[in-house]
C-alpha cells in the first residue's frame, strides 16, 4: 500500500497542557505549533487532516445527553476545544442538524463565529431522516445557515445513504432524488453558498454502487466512509450488512474523489482496546495512545482529506493535534502490527456500537448504546465468563464483577431485558447491528448469571 506524503507547516512552536491534566489513556506534554498535516479538495483547499467531528460535544456538569437527557452543552469549554483546535491548525469542523438532539449546529456556529472566516471550514448535512418532504428539507438546510451564522457552506453532505425499502426503492432516490433535493442541492453549489456536495455513507454495496456510478452526472466533490484498520478487511465480517473499507476507500481513490474519514477509532473502541491488544501497542510505542495509532494508519492512504474526531474533552483534541502536527507515517512493521491486532479485535465478540444515539430514544425506555457500552466494557476488561462452571474461580470474579456493576451502570428499567423485539431502532442503525437480537443475548447471558448464584 502506497504510503502518504506528510505535509507540514512552518517551525514547530511547545504549547503545554493549558490544565495540566492528563485523561487515561491520552499522552501528555507539549504540543507543537504551526505543525499540522494538510491535505488538498478537489478546488485546491488546504484542509487539515484532523477534523473536529462535533457530535460527542460536552455537556454541562460532565457526563452524557444519554446520562442527562435534560442538560445544555457547555459552551464555555467547546469554545476552549474549538480555540485550541484552531490555533494548532484544525480548520474542518462536522456537524449536523440531528446531532446532540439538534444543538451541536448552533453550538458550532457559537464557538466558530469568534475566528475569522477564513480560518475554518464547515461540513453540515441533510439529515432529512423522517421527513424528506421538500418543504422539511429546505427548512432544515435553510435553518444550518443561520445556526452556523454563515453564508456559506464548505462542504455539504446527503448524510447517511444506503438502505434499500421493501418495495426496493432505495432511501438516497427517496430522500434526494424524487423530491428534487438533489436539483436544489446543486444549484445551490453553482451559486457558491455550497462550495463542496458529497454524501455519507452506511449500508448495502449495490446502493454504494449506484451513487458512486453517477460521479459524472452529479460531479461529487468529495465522500464520507467509515474506515479505520479494524474495517479494513474485517467490516463485513463483524457484521454482514457492512461493506469493508478497502472497498470503499479503492472505488472512491478510482474516480478521484477525497474521503472524509468516519469513526477512525470504531465509537472509541480503538481508544479502549483490552490489556492484550492495547499491550501490543505499548510494547512498541509507549508513550503514544492508542489512538494515534488509528490516526497514523488513516495518514498512510494519500485519497483521505480528513479524519473526523468526536471530541468530548480537552485532553482528547490535545491528543489528536499531537498525533497530526506533523502525522508521522507508520514503519511496515508497524502496518503489520496493526493487521494482527485487527484480527485479533474481529474476532472478539464484542458489539460493534460506536454511540451514535441515531437508535435513540427506544420507544421502551431503553439505554442502547450504555448497555452496549457496559457489555463491551465488561468484555475489554475481562469481566465476561464465556466458559467454565460455577466451581471456576474465574467465573465467579467475572461474574461478581458483571452483576455488581450493572446495575450501577444502567437504570434497571432501562436494561437489555425490557427490550420487547419492536425493532422500531433497527432502521436507525448505520452499523445494521440486530439491537434486538444482541439485548436479548445480553438478557441472557445476565439470567444465566444471576441463575449460577442460586
Not at 446527503?158 to 436544489?184: C, P, Y
Not at 456536495?197 to 460531479?219: I, M, R
Not at 494482527?340 to 439505554?367: I, K, N, S, W
Amino acid at each position: 500500500m502506497a504510503g502518504a506524503a506528510v505535509v507540514g507547516t512552518a517551525a514547530a512552536v511547545g504549547c503545554k497542557n493549558p490544565k495540566g491534566k492528563k485523561a487515561e489513556g491520552y499522552a501528555s506534554g507539549e504540543v507543537p505549533l504551526g505543525q499540522m498535516t494538510y491535505r488538498t479538495d478537489k478546488h485546491g483547499q488546504q484542509v487539515s487532516l484532523l477534523g473536529f467531528g462535533m457530535m460527542r460535544l460536552p455537556i454541562e456538569g460532565g457526563g452524557s445527553l444519554r446520562d442527562k437527557p435534560d442538560a445544555k452543552l457547555d459552551q464555555e469549554l467547546i469554545n476552549r476545544m474549538v480555540d485550541y483546535a484552531i490555533e494548532h491548525g484544525v480548520n474542518y469542523f462536522d456537524t449536523a442538524p440531528v446531532y446532540l438532539k439538534g444543538m451541536s449546529e448552533e453550538a458550532t456556529g457559537i464557538a466558530l463565529a469568534r475566528h475569522p472566516r477564513d480560518k475554518w471550514l464547515i461540513a453540515t448535512k441533510m439529515s432529512n431522516f423522517r421527513n424528506w418532504t421538500p418543504e422539511a428539507s429546505l427548512k432544515m438546510y435553510n435553518d444550518s445557515f443561520e445556526k452556523l451564522q454563515v453564508d456559506h457552506i464548505d462542504y455539504y453532505l446527503l448524510h447517511s445513504f444506503g438502505g434499500v425499502d421493501k418495495d426496493g426503492k432505495s432511501d438516497f432516490e427517496k430522500r434526494f432524488v424524487d423530491n428534487g433535493v438533489l436539483d436544489f442541492l446543486m444549484k445551490e453549489r453553482e451559486a457558491g453558498r455550497i462550495r463542496n456536495l458529497g454524501w455519507s455513507f452506511h449500508g448495502e454495496q449495490s446502493e454504494f454502487d449506484k451513487v458512486v456510478a453517477w460521479t459524472d452526472k452529479y460531479h461529487w466533490d468529495f465522500a464520507q466512509i467509515q474506515m479505520n484498520y479494524v474495517d479494513w478487511h474485517y467490516a463485513h465480517e463483524i457484521e454482514p450488512e457492512n461493506v469493508n473499507a478497502d472497498y470503499l476507500y479503492n472505488e472512491l481513490d478510482k474516480r478521484e474523489i477525497p474521503i472524509v474519514i468516519m469513526e477512525p477509532v470504531l465509537g472509541g473502541r480503538l481508544a479502549t482496546l483490552n490489556e492484550a491488544l492495547a499491550g501490543q501497542l505499548k510494547a512498541v510505542e509507549p508513550d503514544r495512545s492508542l489512538a494515534s495509532w488509528a490516526f497514523r494508519y488513516l495518514g498512510m492512504y494519500p485519497r483521505i482529506m480528513t479524519s473526523l474526531s468526536g471530541m468530548s474533552a480537552m485532553e482528547h483534541v490535545e491528543d489528536n493535534v499531537r498525533t497530526h502536527c506533523p502525522c508521522e507515517p507508520l514503519t511496515d512493521a508497524q502496518m503489520a502490527l496493526l493487521d494482527r491486532v485487527a484480527d485479533e479485535f474481529a474476532h472478539f465478540p464484542a458489539v460493534p456500537c460506536t454511540a451514535c444515539q441515531y437508535c435513540m430514544p427506544c420507544p421502551y425506555g431503553l439505554d442502547i448504546p450504555g448497555i452496549f457500552a457496559f457489555y463491551n466494557k465488561s468484555l475489554a476488561e475481562g469481566n465476561i465468563a464465556t466458559e467454565g462452571t460455577v466451581e471456576q474461580k474465574e467465573f465467579r470474579r467475572a461474574r461478581r464483577a458483571f452483576l455488581t456493576t450493572y446495575d450501577k451502570s444502567i437504570e434497571r428499567l432501562r436494561q437489555a431485558d425490557h427490550c420487547i423485539n419492536c425493532g422500531e431502532c433497527l432502521t436507525h442503525c448505520p452499523q445494521h447491528i440486530a439491537i434486538p437480537d444482541k439485548m436479548h443475548m445480553i438478557e441472557d447471558y445476565t439470567n444465566r448469571l444471576k441463575d449460577s448464584l442460586v
